[in-house]
């Protein structure tokens, strides 16, 4: 089998009124991190300015515009053609997972039907959007997350707490939760495990939010909790965590 084969199978749907065009190269780099993009899908009615920002992005990275015309003034018909074609995909088997491109909390449904069939489903969208859509994602990722392209220089945690924005909260209570659920019994446990636990505590969970480009790099602001390893003799080198009175 080749490598493309065993790869889960995605189809992006991006809801055209309610995303970034700039973004859209990083949101296929993000998804394909975690499978093979098979469906790629914008939906929106292209006779309107609104859509301008994504034409010149179409035949780039081969994207099918889907054309929704909007028949009743202040009803969004973007919402039910892409709802009506991720039910269509979900039933041809065609894909086994499905990443949502939007910030509207109409899709909390959709996402959350998806996953009742065990698919895996990924939203992107703004960090405006409803809880209630992000928890009803596998994964949650949010755009500001997407613009940032370099990791910060090494700042002390008193420092950063100065500089953070009011709506960032300290992620240590979740970080020891998400330990927590991957250590059980175990003094080391896997750090990407623990990365799993974290996605499944809270779906949005994304280092980027706090400033580090990897969860690695994260839990190195909090020493006086969890102490850190490598096991080089593997490739690539595996992490692990531990709580630091546990050592």
């Given at each position: 089998?080749?490598?493309?084969?065993?790869?889960?199978?995605?189809?992006?749907?991006?809801?055209?009124?309610?995303?970034?065009?700039?973004?859209?190269?990083?949101?296929?780099?993000?998804?394909?991190?975690?499978?093979?993009?098979?469906?790629?899908?914008?939906?929106?009615?292209?006779?309107?300015?609104?859509?301008?920002?994504?034409?010149?992005?179409?035949?780039?990275?081969?994207?099918?515009?889907?054309?929704?015309?909007?028949?009743?003034?202040?009803?969004?018909?973007?919402?039910?053609?892409?709802?009506?074609?991720?039910?269509?995909?979900?039933?041809?088997?065609?894909?086994?997972?499905?990443?949502?491109?939007?910030?509207?909390?109409?899709?909390?449904?959709?996402?959350?039907?998806?996953?009742?069939?065990?698919?895996?489903?990924?939203?992107?969208?703004?960090?405006?959007?409803?809880?209630?859509?992000?928890?009803a994602c596998n994964q949650f990722i949010y755009c500001e997350n997407l613009t940032v392209t370099e990791e910060p220089k090494k700042k002390s945690r008193k420092k950063m707490k100065k500089e953070e924005k009011?709506?960032?909260?300290?992620?240590?209570?979740?970080?020891?939760?998400?330990?927590?659920?991957?250590?059980?019994?175990?003094?080391?446990?896997?750090?990407?495990?623990?990365?799993?636990?974290?996605?499944?505590?809270?779906?949005?969970?994304?280092?980027?939010?706090?400033?580090?480009?990897?969860?690695?790099?994260?839990?190195?602001?909090?020493?006086?909790?969890f102490v850190l390893k490598l096991d080089d003799s593997k490739t690539p080198p595996v992490a692990y965590i531990a709580l630091t009175t546990s050592?």
């Open positions: 089998m080749s490598e493309e084969s065993e790869q889960q199978k995605f189809a992006v749907l991006i809801d055209g009124d309610n995303a970034q065009a700039s973004l859209l190269s990083q949101i296929l780099a993000e998804v394909s991190k975690v499978g093979l993009i098979t469906i790629k899908r914008i939906y929106g009615d292209w006779t309107t300015t609104n859509m301008n920002s994504w034409k010149d992005s179409l035949h780039k990275y081969a994207i099918q515009p889907v054309q929704q015309f909007k028949y009743t003034i202040g009803k969004n018909a973007t919402d039910s053609a892409m709802i009506i074609d991720a039910m269509d995909l979900l039933h041809s088997n065609d894909v086994e997972g499905f990443c949502i491109v939007s910030s509207d909390s109409d899709y909390t449904r959709l996402a959350t039907r998806i996953r009742e069939e065990g698919l895996f489903v990924i939203g992107v969208g703004e960090k405006k959007t409803p809880e209630s859509f992000t928890n009011p709506d960032v909260h300290d992620p240590l209570p979740l970080l020891i939760q998400g330990f927590q659920m991957a250590a059980k019994e175990e003094e080391w446990v896997y750090l990407a495990l623990m990365g799993n636990f974290l996605r499944q505590l809270d779906p949005a969970f994304d280092p980027r939010t706090f400033g580090h480009q990897k969860l690695q790099s994260l839990i190195k602001d909090y020493p006086e909790t050592r």
